[in-house]
């Protein structure tokens, strides 16, 4: 009997040191392009295996469970469940199999493109903060700094939570796979996006502020991790906020992990990274930053067909679910083109996208005049 439970205990020790590694940030880093490690342990499935495995081990555990009439999980449905997706316990889950857009899991484009091409965004895996803390990154030129605007000033807030997505032509030869797709250099990574976009929308006259924090560094310097990259960016657009009562637009924009067949456009044989809105549903006024988005999304594929990918909806099983979002019915999040975008590429659809977000400020500004 000892020597049973000796080794049902190894056992569980095994698979929880091996759990334990495989969602350590790093090993995602270089092993994971895909939140697969994420999406398996967050499951229910997966709570239940680890819960049915205890209590056979753990006689106690068992005993009260069944004194406070609790069902213990079964492996023959837990089985079934991983398997066909259809749990014995909620027929609904049944439904969802067979329904395409009720399983809030799945996630779908609530607007798709023009082709009705649905590819599916991909999230960046983490990126190894130890070695991307060891850069000593080049920071790009900016403007002449008596014709920026400061934060006080601006009416539109450009920020990027995953600062360090970069692009692999911009990182040179060397850098091949998506995992590679990471630096703090500013003229590598996102934040060549949000100063392209800023120097557009400044160009028409828009107070535009362009937040390039480091958010690495800054994680680092909290003692936070890749996780808390949202805990970090809703403290600097409330700052903002609280700064300047002025301020109307909070723009978080990312870079995708998906291929450059899938991210790139020709329009008017001009190449250009293809982009896609994510829209929040945790919170309940989400349909306000929906709204928003939608009538961008109708100009952008109107001027320019095929630019976008779409409006993704999504809630808390697939991501953050809120993206700061309920902070401003016009705070929105847009992932511009992939890893295998270039600048030309990148420049051209800042343009394109500051040219609308332009066009619905003036709109907009011209409604409340008349007001």
Do not use: C
């Amino acid at each position: 009997m000892r020597r049973i439970l000796f080794t049902g205990l190894s056992a569980m020790t095994i698979i929880l040191f091996l759990i334990t590694f495989l969602t350590l940030p790093k090993f995602q880093h270089h092993f994971f392009q895909l939140p697969l490690v994420d999406e398996i342990t967050e499951s229910a499935i997966f709570s239940d295996a680890l819960f049915t495995a205890m209590t056979t081990e753990i006689p106690l555990l068992e005993t009260t469970l069944e004194s406070n009439d609790i069902e213990k999980p079964d492996w023959p449905k837990l089985l079934l469940e991983a398997a066909s997706g259809v749990s014995p316990r909620n027929f609904t889950s049944l439904l969802d199999l067979a329904l395409p857009g009720r399983n809030p899991a799945v996630q779908l484009p609530i607007v798709a493109n023009e082709s009705g091409e649905e590819t599916m965004p991909i999230e960046s895996p983490p990126p190894d903060f130890e070695e991307l803390l060891k850069e000593e990154p080049e920071e790009e030129k900016q403007p002449d700094s008596k014709n920026r605007t400061n934060q006080q000033e601006a009416e539109i807030y450009v920020y990027h939570s995953h600062s360090w997505e970069a692009f692999l032509p911009l990182l040179g030869e060397d850098k091949q796979k998506p995992s590679q797709a990471s630096s703090t250099d500013n003229t590598k990574n996102i934040i060549v996006v949000g100063s392209l976009l800023t120097e557009q929308l400044e160009k028409q006259g828009i107070p535009t502020f362009h937040d390039r924090t480091n958010v690495t560094a800054a994680l680092h310097e909290r003692g936070w991790d890749y996780y808390d990259s949202y805990r970090l960016s809703r403290s600097m657009v409330e700052e903002a906020m609280a700064s300047n009562d002025r301020m109307q637009y909070f723009i978080d924009i990312h870079r995708d992990a998906q291929r450059k067949d899938i991210t790139t456009v020709t329009i008017n044989d001009n190449a250009y990274a293809k982009l896609y809105f994510v829209v929040g549903a945790e919170h309940e006024n989400y349909k306000e930053n929906l709204a928003f988005v939608e009538k961008l999304n109708a100009k952008l594929e109107a001027k320019y067909p095929g630019i976008s990918r779409g409006i993704f909806l999504k809630d808390r099983s697939d991501g953050n679910g809120v993206y700061n979002q309920d902070l401003s019915k016009k705070s929105i999040l847009i992932e511009v083109g992939g890893v295998d975008n270039n600048k030309e590429e990148l420049s051209n659809t800042s343009k394109a996208l500051g040219e609308v977000i332009g066009e619905y400020y003036h709109n907009a500004e011209e409604v409340t005049s008349e007001n």
